[in-house]
C-alpha cells in the first residue's frame, strides 16, 4: 500500500511499549488510528499525542482475549472511520518460566492473546479488505518465532503461529489486493525487555538489541513496500537462521557455546523464585490464621 495518508489503522497492544512507536509512526504518515489496549488512560495519552501530529485517532479498551470485544473493536473503527485499511496485530505477552512451571491458565493467556486474537481480528477484518480489493496486516512476531528459544515455548509457539499464518496469508489473498507481513524482532528496548534491563541482564552478543524505532520504521517500510517477513536484530540473524535450516546440530552447538537462551533461564530462575517465596508467604499467612 503506497499511500497511508488518510486511511485507517488498528493498532493492538498500542498502551505502551513498541505499539506506542507503531502508532506514532503511522500518524507521521497520515493514517487515522484506531488504539486498542485495556489500559484506557495510558492509550487517551496516546490518543492525545498523535492527534497533535495531525490525525484523528480514538481509543477502544479492548481485552484481546476476550471474543466479544474483538468484535466491538472492529465495529467501533468502521463505525468512526468507515474501513479498516491495515491492522498491526502488535499485543503480545510472555511468561518465561520452566514450561512445567507455568500454570494452565498462563499457557492459555499467551495462546489467546499472541495468537488467537491475530487470527480472529484478521477474519473479522478480512471481508471488507476483499471487498475494496486493497488491505494489509502486519502481525508482530519474534525472533523466538524463528527458533524457539529455551525457557519460551509457549511463546516461541505462538509467535512461530503468526509466522505460518502470515506467510499462509500472502499466499491465499495477495492476487486479491491483500497482504501481509511478519515483523520478528529481537529483544527490543522497551516493553517487555525493561525486565531484563532492570535486571542487569544482557542478551547474548551474537542477539544484541534494537532500538523501538527501528520495529515501527520496519512496520511502515512492510507496509508501504509489501514485504513478507521482515527481521529487526542488530546482529548477523539471518545467517544463524540459514544455519539453523541447514545444519541444525551446528546451530545448537553454536547456540549454547554463545549463550543464547541464558538471558531466559536467568529470568526463569529469578520469577520461578519469587513464585515460590510468594507462595511460601502465603502458606504462612494461611496457618496463622488457621492456627
Ligand atoms: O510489550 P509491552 P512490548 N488485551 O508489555 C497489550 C513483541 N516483541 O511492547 O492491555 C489487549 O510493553 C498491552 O496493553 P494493556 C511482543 O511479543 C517484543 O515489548 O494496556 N491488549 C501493551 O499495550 C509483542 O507482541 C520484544 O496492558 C493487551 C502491549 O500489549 C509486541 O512486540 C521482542 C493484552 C504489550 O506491551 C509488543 O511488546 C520481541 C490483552 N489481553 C517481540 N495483553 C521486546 N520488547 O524485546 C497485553 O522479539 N496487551
Given at each position: ?62 481485552d484481546v482475549s476476550d471474543k ?23 499485543a503480545g505477552i510472555e511468561s518465561i518460566f520452566r514450561y512445567h512451571a507455568l500454570e494452565f491458565e498462563e499457557i492459555e493467556a499467551m495462546l489467546n492473546v499472541n495468537l488467537r486474537a491475530p487470527m480472529m ?20 512476531s519474534s525472533?523466538a518465532g524463528?527458533?524457539g528459544p529455551a525457557f519460551s515455548e509457549p511463546y516461541g509457539a505462538t509467535k512461530a503461529g503468526l509466522?505460518?499464518f ?26 517487555m ?71 531466559f533461564?536467568?529470568l526463569a530462575?529469578?520469577r520461578e523464585?519469587?513464585r515460590?517465596?510468594?507462595k ?12
Amino acid at each position: 500500500m503506497k499511500n497511508l495518508k488518510g486511511r485507517t489503522a488498528v493498532v493492538t497492544g498500542a498502551s505502551k511499549g513498541i505499539g506506542v512507536y507503531i502508532a506514532r509512526a503511522l500518524a507521521k504518515k497520515g493514517m487515522n488510528l484506531v488504539l486498542a489496549a485495556r489500559s484506557q488512560s495510558e492509550l487517551e495519552a496516546v490518543k492525545a499525542e498523535v492527534e497533535g501530529m495531525g490525525v484523528k485517532a480514538i481509543v477502544v479498551p479492548t481485552d484481546v482475549s476476550d471474543k466479544a470485544a474483538l468484535r466491538s473493536l472492529v465495529d467501533a473503527a468502521k463505525s468512526e472511520f468507515g474501513a479498516i485499511d491495515v491492522l498491526v496485530n502488535n499485543a503480545g505477552i510472555e511468561s518465561i518460566f520452566r514450561y512445567h512451571a507455568l500454570e494452565f491458565e498462563e499457557i492459555e493467556a499467551m495462546l489467546n492473546v499472541n495468537l488467537r486474537a491475530p487470527m480472529m481480528l484478521t477474519w473479522l477484518v478480512l471481508p471488507g479488505m476483499l471487498e475494496r480489493g486493497e488491505g494489509h496486516i502486519v502481525n508482530i512476531s519474534s525472533m523466538a518465532g524463528k527458533v524457539g528459544p529455551a525457557f519460551s515455548e509457549p511463546y516461541g509457539a505462538t509467535k512461530a503461529g503468526l509466522i505460518g499464518f502470515t506467510q499462509s496469508l500472502r499466499g491465499s489473498y495477495r492476487d486479491a489486493g491483500v497482504s501481509a507481513s511478519v515483523i520478528s524482532p529481537g529483544w527490543v528496548e522497551t516493553g517487555m525487555y525493561e525486565e531484563v534491563e532492570r535486571h542487569g541482564l544482557k542478551p547474548s552478543v551474537l542477539v544484541g538489541s534494537s532500538k523501538p524505532e527501528k520495529v515501527s520504521q520496519a512496520v511502515v517500510k512492510a507496509i508501504e513496500k509489501d514485504l513478507g517477513d521482515v527481521i529487526v536484530n542488530p546482529g548477523p540473524m539471518r545467517l544463524l537462521l540459514g544455519t539453523n535450516a541447514m545444519a541444525p546440530g551446528l546451530f545448537e552447538w553454536v547456540s549454547k557455546r554463545m549463550k543464547i537462551s541464558e538471558v531466559f533461564r536467568k529470568l526463569a530462575d529469578m520469577r520461578e523464585k519469587e513464585r515460590s517465596g510468594a507462595k511460601e508467604e502465603t502458606k504462612e499467612e494461611e496457618e496463622v490464621v488457621s492456627g
